[in-house]
């Protein structure tokens, strides 16, 4: 199975290094949340007056992008369309559109030309020679390219503003491309909105949540280098280990927080839970470390 599924909860408090999106329109309808309510409880706290300030980040969509405008979602745009960069009126170097269609049409399902889904992307993975249940770049270029509508797959229109912004046209140009979209290239902004993505973009239609077995797959294959490999593995095995049937899917608070509780305590012993809001998931992992000692 490939892991990026080819195949809510309110916000916690922030430290001023946390950013989220905040002018995004949901591209999904999410239908399901009921099914979260019991992810994104939080444990009563005495000191429930501390305050942590909030940041929150101008997208056009509720991932982001690399830089000033990787995979942001352009308004307006129609089929065929020129693609230009948001907030200025100067054009972005136009690229061989017609060569850029030839190469989505070989990945388009047989049965909706305008889009491309789990077959066409492991498509075009392989044109690439990249491992798509092992190589994270195929979803950072999913990512720089705005492939936000729809869970797992990339339309028409995404595909052209995309590889106009990283002014591609052949897959030679996008093999060029490929050591670029190591994560190790990303900010620490700009990896969280990555992170963010990935999440979504491995949404099962209109769930918000993921099963945490696929949850595990994707941390391993998006935090590697990223984070501490003891950090990763343990919260790994924590999740596997697990017997709440509450933990047997993962929100996306959940998951965003644990990436921040990996900036903001580096050490287990940065935690502190008298003045901290994590969602009941970080507070049970950190119960977890401390038995072990």
């Given at each position: 199975k490939i892991y990026y599924r080819m195949g809510g909860g309110r916000k916690r408090k922030a430290s001023s290094s946390t950013t989220s999106s905040a002018s995004s329109a949901r591209?999904?309808?999410?239908?399901?949340?009921?099914?979260?309510?019991?992810h994104s409880r939080r444990r009563q706290r005495l000191t429930s007056s501390v305050s942590r300030s909030q940041e929150q980040k101008t997208s056009d969509n509720m991932w982001g992008?690399?830089?000033?405008?990787?995979?942001?979602?352009?308004?307006?745009?129609?089929?065929?369309?020129?693609?230009?960069s948001s907030g200025t009126t100067n054009s972005v170097p136009a690229i061989n559109e017609a060569a850029a269609t030839k190469m989505f049409t070989k990945i388009a399902d047989n049965d909706d030309p305008y889009v491309a889904s789990m077959e066409g992307i492991s498509t075009l993975c392989e044109d690439l020679g990249i491992d798509p249940m092992e190589d994270v770049r195929i979803l950072v270029l999913m990512w720089k390219m705005g492939a936000n509508k729809t869970?797992?797959?990339?339309?028409?229109d995404e595909w052209i503003q995309g590889c106009t912004k990283l002014q591609v046209d052949s897959i030679d140009k996008i093999k060029a491309l490929l050591p670029s979209l190591d994560t190790g290239f990303l900010d620490q902004t700009e990896f969280k909105d990555f992170f963010k993505f990935c999440f979504?973009?491995?949404?099962e239609g209109t769930h918000r949540t993921l099963d945490?077995?696929?949850?595990?797959?994707?941390?391993?294959?998006?935090?590697?280098g990223r984070i501490a490999n003891e950090r990763l593995d343990t919260f790994t095995t924590f999740l596997e280990?697990?017997?709440?049937?509450?933990?047997?899917?993962?929100?996306?608070?959940?998951?965003?927080?644990?990436?921040?509780f990996c900036y903001e305590c580096e050490d287990i012993a940065d935690y502190d839970e008298a003045t901290s809001a994590w969602p009941v998931l970080?507070?049970?992992?950190?119960?977890?470390?401390?038995?072990k000692g």
């Open positions: 591209a999904y309808n999410d239908d399901d949340d009921d099914d979260t309510t019991q992008g690399s830089g000033s405008s990787s995979g942001r979602r352009r308004g307006g745009s129609t089929r065929g369309a020129s693609y230009r869970p797992a797959q990339i339309n028409k979504q973009f491995n949404r945490k077995d696929l949850v595990v797959a994707i941390m391993q294959m998006v935090l590697k280990e697990s017997k709440e049937e509450s933990y047997s899917r993962i929100t996306l608070d959940q998951w965003t927080s644990f990436l921040d970080i507070d049970e992992y950190v119960e977890y470390m401390e038995k």
